[in-house]
């Protein structure tokens, strides 16, 4: 599927060219992507708190296909299509909810129980051969990875463990509390923009002292001469210390000491998952760009705080400032870069490979886009 103009040379960064501009609006290359990345990759759901109660449910979907994450009556998480197995009728249309007794389908009543089990199927008794437990619903693979639960729809997929060596024992150096989280907030927001448009803007300091004044406030708030990003293979992470002589932070006083570690901490998840946490605040941020079309994402934030201690001003506003300050000045990037992607007078630029000022360095850039090739070439 790979036509001339889309073959690229990615062997070296620091004088090669970036991936060509067809891979941010063809349609081919958005198959592909969504047969090699997404079909076979870990698709983060939720937090296991969200699991509490028997019946609590969340359903992802992914393209087409939709999956349900339901907390059974033994505290068990489970994953499993959004699929009636009499005609196939979608189950559930919300994002979250409770079943409550059993899950009903709204076509003909098939009911199925938390377990995924068919319970009852009205007038089925007049059919021949007809055993109940065969029309079960049908598992999707799930794993709780540092908290969080994941779906795949892949059954050879790695392990999240496999996939991302060392990342959990990260996550747990500096979010605060990866067990014991709750659910705050989560927004969701259509980007007309390809996924990884967003994906780039988010993994290179180039542009926070070059762009819009919220990324500048964001920029001294840390000490960004430490800013490191770095890859790990199918993980990387971008951090920074807090700036030590900071007074305010989103419109608040920082008085004093905060939580775990007040870095700016950010760790993304192949291909598509970020767990990050601002300075000074006690939260753990999702960014988690959904493709949907090859020009348009769905950007859902999500925002979780311990749940055992009550929410700082300075958080609450750190939350406020992501949803009304930062977040629309990257997302208003995420537009122009796209637009300007499409030009007759562009195919392809050259990453800002610094290895003396690494903190403005677009080496992860260059590292998410090898891997979103070798994905696709296969
Ligand atoms: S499609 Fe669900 S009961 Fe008929
Ligand atoms: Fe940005």
Known sequence: MLTKEMTWDYSDPSTGFSLPAPYFYDSRVFEEEKRSIFMKCWHVVGHVNEFREAGSFVCQDIFEQSVIVVADREGQIRAFHNACQHRGNRLINERRGKIPAVLRCA??????????????????????????TMFGLKPVRLEIFAGFVYVTLDNDAKSLAEMAPG??????????????LKLVEEVDVIVPANWKVIQENSIEG????????????LAALIDFKSYRLTPHGEWWTYMAPPNAGA????????????????????????????????PFTDMVGTFIMIPLEPEKSLLRFGYYAPDHRPIPELTKSAIAWMNQELGPEDIALNVSNQKGLHSMGFHQGRYLIDEQHVNQSEHLVHHFHKLCYQAIRG
């Open 167 to 180: 990342a959990e024992e990260e996550m747990r150096r500096f979010l605060p509390d990866l067990d014991n």
């Open 247 to 278: 007074k305010t932070a989103y419109g608040q006083p920082i008085a004093g000491a905060t939580w775990q570690t007040d870095w700016f901490f950010n760790i993304g998840l192949w291909p598509n998952t970020t767990l990050y946490c601002f």
């Open 206 to 217: 180039y542009h926070f002292d070059l762009s819009g004044p919220v990324h500048k406030q």
């Open 107 to 132: 076509y003909h009543s098939w009911c199925y129980g938390l377990d995924g089990a068919l319970r009852a199927a009205p007038r089925s008794e007049c059919l021949k051969n007809f055993d109940k």
